[in-house]
């Protein structure tokens, strides 16, 4: 007399158990390596803060503005919205001495970009404003 155990589809459906066990290998493997920021750190705390502006002489607000944060290697860049502000959060490891401030908009050339750091001493966060000029078509 055979067990229920000893049934030959048995051996069959934990070869299939088996089968598909292998197949999701490698997912979870690729899952684990998977980067999640860890909740327990407040973005606020691990970064400086930069927020700012960008105008036209006029003193009208520019959208669409290609801002560039960089040091070294590494650039934050990001582009300014339809009222011509942006805010970016830069790791701290990057003081604000060390950050070269830039603002682009085709057809437009650079007349100032200032940063400004909070009054006592603070680090954070970093006020940033640009101006920029229509550039003149070039007479031929």
Same mark, same amino acid.
């Given at each position: 007399?055979?067990?229920? =155990?000893?049934?030959?589809?048995?051996?069959?459906?934990? /070869?299939?158990?088996?089968?598909?066990?292998?197949?999701?290998?490698?997912?979870?493997?690729?899952?684990?390596?998977? $980067? /999640?920021?860890d909740p327990?750190? @407040?973005? @606020?705390?691990?970064?400086?803060?930069?927020?700012? =502006?960008?105008?036209?002489?006029?003193?009208?607000?520019l959208s669409?503005?290609?801002?560039e944060f960089?040091?070294?290697?590494? =650039? $934050?860049?990001?582009?300014?919205?339809?009222?011509?502000?942006?805010?970016?959060?830069?790791?701290? $490891?990057?003081?604000?001495?060390?950050?070269?401030?830039?603002?682009?908009?085709?057809? $437009?050339?650079?007349?100032?970009?200032?940063?400004?750091?909070?009054?006592?001493?603070?680090?954070?966060?970093?006020?940033? @404003?640009?101006?920029?000029?229509?550039?003149?078509?070039?007479?031929?």
């Amino acid at each position: 007399m055979k067990l229920p =155990s000893e049934r030959p589809d048995s051996a069959l459906a934990r /070869l299939g158990v088996v089968f598909f066990g292998l197949l999701l290998a490698p997912v979870a493997a690729g899952w684990a390596q998977l $980067y /999640l920021p860890d909740p327990k750190i @407040d973005i @606020d705390t691990a970064t400086n803060t930069y927020f700012g =502006s960008t105008k036209d002489t006029e003193g009208r607000f520019l959208s669409g503005v290609t801002v560039e944060f960089s040091a070294e290697n590494t =650039s $934050y860049i990001m582009v300014t919205d339809d009222a011509g502000r942006f805010k970016l959060h830069v790791p701290k $490891y990057f003081a604000p001495s060390q950050l070269k401030f830039n603002c682009s908009k085709p057809g $437009y050339g650079l007349v100032r970009a200032v940063k400004r750091r909070p009054p006592g001493g603070a680090i954070s966060p970093v006020q940033a @404003d640009c101006v920029l000029a229509p550039k003149r078509a070039s007479a031929r």
